[in-house]
């Protein structure tokens, strides 16, 4: 069975960093890129960027592009997102999904369950 | 810029046949492939559609995607409503530089 298990809720402070991850399992992890998509309340979704795990070939969305790192660990099946100098419009959930390939083309099939960000002071 | 717009929510009773439109602007919707997936509270995203009309397995044959080319808009076909298929429903693309686009997400309500 395909599942991607994401670390659980984090609480910052405006300025912090911070690193969440995605755990893919039931198939082989390097074959699939794995995408981010955040959804904050009253914005809906918004994708984040991409990442192969193959090879850690990434792609940022536009908006998020020098605000977030995305990477991976193929060696754990792993994939992370890291959130720099947050802000207090960065509370969102947080998800990680597997795309179908071809990549552009075809959408996410399996999602995480979600990692809730909250910034406050 | 392409971009997708939905309904901000729908509502129906249970056995009657719900249709969740996700309307292109900016751009052909037929472009580049629509998936639907569903939003449950406290639950994991779950695709419904793929590919415009593709279903993935283990999703009920209640559920099916088109598209039309002269409204420029794709569509989600829920049969036979049930109170399980509560949720929030969101339409996704992609536009002309490759970026996921989503559309704002429909709220269903099951009467």
């Known amino acids: 069975e395909v599942q991607l298990v994401q670390s659980g809720a984090e609480v910052r402070k405006p300025g912090e960093s911070l690193k969440i991850s995605c755990k893919g399992s039931?198939?082989?992890?390097?074959?699939?890129?794995i995408a981010w998509v955040r959804q904050v309340p009253g914005k809906g979704l918004e994708w984040m960027g991409i990442?192969?795990?193959?090879?850690?070939?990434?792609r940022y969305s536009p908006s998020f592009r020098g605000q977030v790192s995305i990477s991976v660990d193929k060696s754990i099946n792993t994939a992370f997102l890291q959130l720099r100098s947050l802000k207090s419009s960065d509370t969102g959930i947080y998800y990680c999904s597997r795309l179908r390939p071809p990549i552009w083309a075809s959408g996410s099939d399996y999602w995480g369950q979600g990692t809730l960000v909250t910034v406050a002071s | 810029n392409f971009m997708l717009t939905q309904p901000h929510s729908v509502s129906e009773f249970p056995g009657k046949t719900v249709i969740i439109s996700c309307t292109g602007s900016g751009g052909s919707i037929a472009s580049n492939y629509v998936q639907w997936y569903q939003w449950r509270p406290g639950s994991a995203p779950t695709t419904m559609i793929f590919d415009n009309n593709q279903r993935p397995s283990g999703v009920p044959d209640r559920f099916s995607g088109s598209i039309d080319s002269s409204s420029n808009s794709a569509s989600l076909i829920i049969s036979g409503l049930k109170t399980e298929d509560e949720a929030d429903y969101y339409c996704q693309s992609y536009d002309d530089s490759n970026h996921m686009i989503f559309g704002g997400g429909t709220k269903l309500t099951v009467l």
């Open positions: 039931g198939y082989t992890f390097s074959n699939f890129w």
């Open positions: 990442i192969d795990p193959s090879d850690s070939d990434t």
